[in-house]
């Protein structure tokens, strides 16, 4: 049966963390690998999810299955957050919310889903976009399109391009669209372009499908969830991917949210049975630690002030990294100002792969062949190391 298998390439990422590790020098920086670092170089779990855990510790009485939609109070304390704590649109009935095994495992189900609602349905992508994006789509047997999205030149969106490719949609077509923090480019679309889009949405029949993987880790957690606040209130229907990995740190958790904003309430309860059948049939229940971790979280004041606080300690963070990259570059000559003008964890550096290569052989500096980093890989202390090591590769 298993001799016809053939061996598949390794994962972009997971081969280089592998060459990384399998790397002697000490020097060796790490700026590929998606995950928040702090100074050290360590993902720490937050100190509020170390309080929640305790509690859970303490508290928690049954290990018992919480059945394929998770705990209400889960699903309505991750709609708050998204949507606001006081948007009438989460006690509307419209609104369908599954607990998921992290964000990929809501961008999964929000595909079989789709899948159920129109067999050729298609879901159109940015240019670039995540990964991870297309084999999740695609592998539930979504048709995919890409319209474009970055601009090599401006180092930003370029929107009218976006915009244009769009108009070649049709109505039914879904569009992914990511919240926040755009992985990998870090080029954010503005309220007025979030607006635009969600003018062509409406216009011309399109679903909106929102990723938001890294609310809090851009701008803070209300300016990051604005765009998708913004068409919430603006479309008829619309899906939402949350990942919890980030901006809680619980990445190995595997906790996410999926949301299905229908057009009225026997809309949202039919298309809620199909998305519960649908997950039965997958993976059965999602798991309950992470997600519970969440939810004492965000609905114990305290809780949630110490863990805001500490997320936006990341956050400066990132931005204080982006500063002082471009900083660095400025003494050396080089002009990197639109690393600090970008939002998140992500960004292109703008080298070609025989540079990348070059920073990976001679420098120890690992980063994806498209020149992705992961800015929270960078420190004060490694930043004028990776400025030195680009000028020499840019020379």
Known sequence: MFEHLKALPQDPILGLLQLFRNDPRASKIDLGVGVYKDAQGNTPVM???KLAEQRLLEQEASKSYIGPAGTAGFGRAM???LLGDSNPLIESGRLTIAQTPGGCGALRMAAEFLKL???DATVWVSNPTWGNHIPLLGGAGLNIKQYSYYSKTTHGVDFDAMMSDLQAAKAGDIVLLHGCCHNPSGADLNI???QAVSNLLVDKGLLPFIDIAYQGLGRGLDNDAAGLRLVAEQVPELIIAASCSKNFGLYRERT????VLSATEEQAQAGGSQLFSAIRGHYSMPPSHGAAIVETILTDAELRANWQGELDEMTQRILGLRDQFVSEMDSQGMDFRFIAEQQGMFSF??????Q???LREQHGIYMLDSSRVNIAGLSSENIPAVAQALKTVLR
Do not use: D, F, T, Y
């Open 47 to 49: 100190k509020a999810v």
């Open 79 to 81: 709609a708050g957050l």
């Open 117 to 119: 609602c129109s067999n």
């Open 192 to 194: 007025e372009q979030w």
């Open 256 to 259: 996410g949210a999926l949301m």
């Open 349 to 354: 550096m703008g080298i070609s792969p025989e």
């Open 356 to 358: 990348v290569l070059a």
